[in-house]
Each structure stands twice: as structure tokens, then as C-alpha cells.
């Protein structure tokens, strides 16, 4: 069985551009969590997607967006990057009845 | 606001030892707590999940507690291998899930050869 895939695996953007990342669920899970990880500030809560719908979203601006398609995968858009958007953005799916999530491999975005 | 805080920030053992590493959180209501390993600029592996009616899980060499009511859990890795060596990472997550996990900051873990 597949797990959670993410692309791209890496991706370099210049200040003001967009940003957009995917991320594929393990098939089942209906829900998914975006996570930010920059250096030296550990792994921060963006967004939570079930169902297709936006549930709830961490202490991010509202440059951070994204959505969930009709299969359940999710993309991530950041609008307007800045310097301190380069990360390594991590997202993960749920089995709902234990609560266990599971995460992709990242993708790391690059803001020269 | 839940924190978790997880000790050491590093450690460094010599092949073959057991060894535990710590994980203590603020907020006693939590619906499960897990444990993650994260090798560098790589994603998170699931390593154990506790729920909150738990006290234990096993899987191979590692074994994590939870005591709810003091808000701490524990990893233990036994007979430590090289392949060992990476960031171990405690989560929490309250029921409903509307903010995912809660992670500690991790313990980068080096085991010598």
C-alpha cells in the first residue's frame, strides 16, 4: 500500500512568487494536516483538511492557503513567499478510527 | 495552550546501550500521544501511538509509556544500534483532531559505533 506522497521534492522560488505543493493521502484517509518545519523552530501546524472541507488552520497568515480536491489529496499555496517561507513543508493523512497520522517525505521550499 | 517539551535535546551513547528519552506535556486531555523519528531533511516515521486509555505500546526494540495524569511519557530503546541515530519527536493531539499535533522539539539521538 502506497503511503503519503508528496511533490515536489524540492522547489526554488524567488521572493513574491507562488508556491504550490500536493500531497497525496494513503487511500482511505479523508483527512489532511499541512506542517511547517524551518530550521531551528520545529514542526508548526498550517492546515487540517477533512472531507474536502478547510477545518481548521494554525497561527499562519492568510498567504498560506490550500484546498482538497474530490479524491482527497490536498495542494498547498503560498502566495507572495517570503525569505522565512523556506522550509520543509510536511503533510500527512489520518486513519480516522486510531487517530495515527502519517507523513510524506516533505517537500523543501527554497525562497532566494 | 498545549506545549510539550521533551529532554534531552541530545544525546550520545555508545553502541548497545538502552536508553530512554522523555516527553512531558501541559494539558492532561489528550486523545493520543505519538512517537515519531525523523532523519535528516526527511519526512516523520510512526513509530508507536498510545491512546488515551493506554499505558504501553511495544513495537521491537522500543517501548513508550504514558501517564496521563502527570503528563509524561517515555521511549525506551533497547540494545541501541547505529541505525538508531536520528531526531526522535513526542506528539499529542486533543480529541477532534482540529489542531493535529502538538510535536516536541525532538532529541537528536547518536549512538557510536
Known amino acids: 500500500e502506497a503511503g503519503v506522497t508528496q511533490s515536489p521534492t524540492h522547489l526554488i522560488k524567488t521572493r513574491g512568487q507562488q508556491a504550490t505543493l500536493r500531497c497525496s493521502p494513503i487511500s482511505g484517509h479523508t483527512s489532511v494536516y499541512w506542517y511547517q518545519q524551518a530550521l ?6 498550517l492546515l487540517w483538511y477533512d472531507e474536502g472541507e478547510e477545518r481548521n488552520r494554525g497561527n499562519f497568515p492568510p498567504r498560506f492557503s490550500g484546498r482538497q480536491f474530490p479524491n482527497y489529496s490536498s495542494e498547498l499555496n503560498v502566495n507572495a513567499l517570503e525569505l522565512e517561507d523556506s522550509a520543509l513543508y510536511l503533510c500527512a493523512s489520518t486513519a480516522r478510527r486510531t487517530g495515527e497520522l502519517f507523513f510524506g ?3 523543501r521550499l527554497t525562497v532566494l | ?3 510539550v517539551t521533551q529532554i534531552p535535546a541530545a544525546l550520545s551513547v555508545p553502541e548497545g546501550e538502552n536508553l530512554v528519552l522523555n516527553c512531558s506535556f501541559t494539558d492532561s486531555a489528550i486523545y493520543n500521544l505519538q512517537w515519531f523519528r525523523q532523519d535528516p531533511g526527511k519526512g516523520l516515521t510512526s513509530l508507536l501511538l498510545i491512546q488515551s486509555s ?3 505500546q511495544t513495537s521491537g526494540r522500543l517501548n513508550a509509556s504514558l501517564d496521563k495524569s502527570s503528563g509524561r511519557s517515555t521511549l525506551y530503546i533497547a540494545a541501541s544500534q547505529p541505525g538508531d541515530s536520528a531526531t526522535y519527536l513526542c506528539a499529542v493531539t486533543v480529541g477532534g483532531g482540529a489542531d493535529g499535533l502538538t510535536f516536541g522539539k525532538g532529541t537528536h539521538l547518536i549512538i557510536q559505533p
Not at chain 1, 531551528?40 to 501546524?45: D, E, K, S, W
Open chain 1, 40 to 45: 531551528g523552530l520545529g514542526l508548526q501546524f
Open chain 1, 105 to 107: 517525505e516533505g517537500s
Open chain 2, 1 to 3: 495552550k498545549q506545549e
Open chain 2, 54 to 56: 493506554q499505558r504501553e
